[in-house]
C-alpha cells in the first residue's frame, strides 16, 4: 500500500515535471553568439491579461543579435536568463484571468514586449491586446516572418513617410526582409516605387512591384534617381554621407525616414526636408490590416530559411558574419 502511495507519487511528480519543461535558447551574459544556449526551462503560467502560446515559429531579427551583444541595454533592458524572439506565430494553449476575445485554440501573431522574454521556445507568453489573428493563407509558422518588418514597413511608410497615390517613394536597401514589405506596400497604395537593390534581390523586388530597381552595387543612387521623390526609406547598412545624399533626392516639404537608427536621419531645414528616425512599435490594428492584406492575395510572405530551433545559435553566428539574406523563421520542437 505505502509502496503504491509512493510510485503514484512518483508517477505524478514525473508527469507534472515533463507537463511543465519545455525547449528555449536563452543567453545568461552578453557576449558573441557562444552564449546562447539550447536548455530545458520552465514552461510559463499567463498571467491577468495574458495568454500562453504554444509557438508555431519566431524569427530572426538583426535586433536579435544586438540584444545579445549587449549593445540595446539602455533602451531595450532585457533581463538575464534571456530568450530572444520579438515575433511569434503560434496556438494560444492557455488564458490568464481578464482576457477577452481570446481562446485556447486560436491561431496568433505578434510583435512581443522587446524587452520581455521571447518566443525562441516551444512556448511563450504574450499580453493578449498585442496579438492579432493569424493569416489563413500562409502556413503558421511562415506567418512569423511578418510582425516586425510588415510593421516597420508599414510605419515608415504611413505613420512617418504619409505616403498617398501617386507620390514617387525611393526605397533604398529594398532587397531584404523590411524592403519586400514596403515595396509591396507602397505599390497596393499606388505609389510609384524606386527601390535599390543588388543581383541577388532584384528579381524579388521587381515582383514586389518596384517600377524601377537600382544596383547599388554597379550605379550611385544619388545619380540614378533624375526626378525629387516625396518619400525617401533608408533600411540599408550605408555609410553617413551617402544617408546625406539621400537627403537632396526628397523634394522640398518631403520626408526621409531611416531604420538604420545608429546614425541619425539628416534633415535640410533650408529645404524642409524631414529627416525622421523610425522605432518600430507593436500594433495589433495595424497588423490586422497587414493580415487582412496578406489574406486578401495583395501582401506576399517571403520566408528565405526555415531553421529548427536547435540551430538558432548558429544562425545567430551567421547572421554576425553578414551570412544571412532575408527572413528566417526558427522552428521549436512539437513535442
Ligand atoms: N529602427 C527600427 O525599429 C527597425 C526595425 C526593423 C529593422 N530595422 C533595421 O532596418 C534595416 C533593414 O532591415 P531588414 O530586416 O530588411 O534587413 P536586411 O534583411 O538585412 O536588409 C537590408 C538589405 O539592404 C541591402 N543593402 C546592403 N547594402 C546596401 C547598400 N549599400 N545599398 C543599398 N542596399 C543595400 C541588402 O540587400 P541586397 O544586397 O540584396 O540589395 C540587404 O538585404 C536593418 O538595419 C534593421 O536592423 C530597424
Given amino acids: ?47 491577468a491579461g495574458q495568454v500562453r502560446i504554444r509557438v508555431a515559429a519566431t524569427s530572426f531579427n ?16 532585457v533581463k538575464l536568463p534571456h530568450t530572444p524572439g520579438i515575433d511569434v506565430a503560434g496556438t494560444v494553449d492557455a488564458v490568464g484571468e481578464g482576457v477577452d476575445g481570446l481562446a485556447v485554440g486560436n491561431d496568433v501573431i505578434g510583435f512581443l514586449p522587446m524587452d520581455g522574454t521571447g518566443a525562441a521556445a516551444q512556448y511563450v507568453l504574450a499580453p493578449a491586446d498585442i496579438l492579432t489573428p493569424a493569416p ?39 532587397g531584404g526582409a523590411v524592403g519586400g514589405y514596403a515595396v509591396q506596400l507602397a505599390k497596393n497604395a499606388g505609389a510609384h516605387v524606386i527601390a535599390t ?34 518619400l525617401a526609406l533608408n533600411l540599408a547598412p550605408v555609410a553617413p554621407d551617402e544617408l546625406a545624399a539621400l537627403v537632396t533626392l526628397v523634394r522640398p516639404g518631403g520626408v526621409l525616414v531611416n531604420t538604420t537608427v545608429w546614425m541619425p536621419a539628416p534633415s535640410d531645414e533650408a529645404r524642409d526636408v ?46 554576425a558574419d553578414g551570412a544571412v539574406h532575408g527572413k528566417v523563421i526558427v522552428i521549436p520542437p512539437t513535442a
Avoid at 519545455?22 to 503560467?45: C, H, I, T, W
Avoid at 495595424?286 to 538558432?312: F, N
Wanted: hydrophobic residues 45%.
Fill in 1 to 47: 500500500m505505502v509502496l503504491n502511495r509512493c510510485f503514484e507519487f512518483e508517477a505524478t511528480w514525473i508527469a507534472v515535471k515533463v507537463r511543465t519543461e519545455m525547449k528555449a535558447v536563452r543567453f545568461n551574459e552578453y557576449g558573441n553568439p557562444s552564449v546562447l544556449r539550447y536548455e530545458d526551462v520552465e514552461q510559463p503560467l499567463p498571467g
Fill in 274 to 319: 524631414r529627416g525622421i528616425d523610425l522605432f518600430v512599435r507593436s500594433d495589433a490594428n495595424q497588423l490586422a490590416q497587414l493580415v487582412a492584406s496578406t489574406d486578401r492575395g495583395e501582401l506576399r510572405v517571403d520566408v528565405a530559411e526555415r531553421v529548427p530551433l536547435a540551430e538558432l545559435p548558429a544562425l545567430h553566428a551567421r547572421a
Fill in 136 to 174: 489563413k493563407s500562409v502556413p503558421l509558422a511562415d506567418a512569423a516572418a511578418l510582425p516586425v518588418v510588415g510593421l516597420t514597413a508599414y510605419q515608415a511608410l504611413f505613420d512617418h513617410g504619409k505616403l498617398t497615390a501617386g507620390q514617387r517613394v525611393l526605397i533604398n536597401g529594398a
Fill in 62 to 77: 538583426s535586433v536579435d543579435g544586438n540584444i545579445r551583444g549587449g549593445f540595446m541595454q539602455g533602451p531595450i533592458p
Fill in 197 to 230: 537593390a543588388s543581383p541577388r534581390s532584384s528579381q524579388a523586388v521587381t515582383s514586389a512591384g518596384a517600377d524601377e530597381v537600382i544596383d547599388h552595387t554597379t550605379t550611385s543612387v544619388t545619380a540614378a534617381v533624375t526626378e525629387p521623390v516625396d
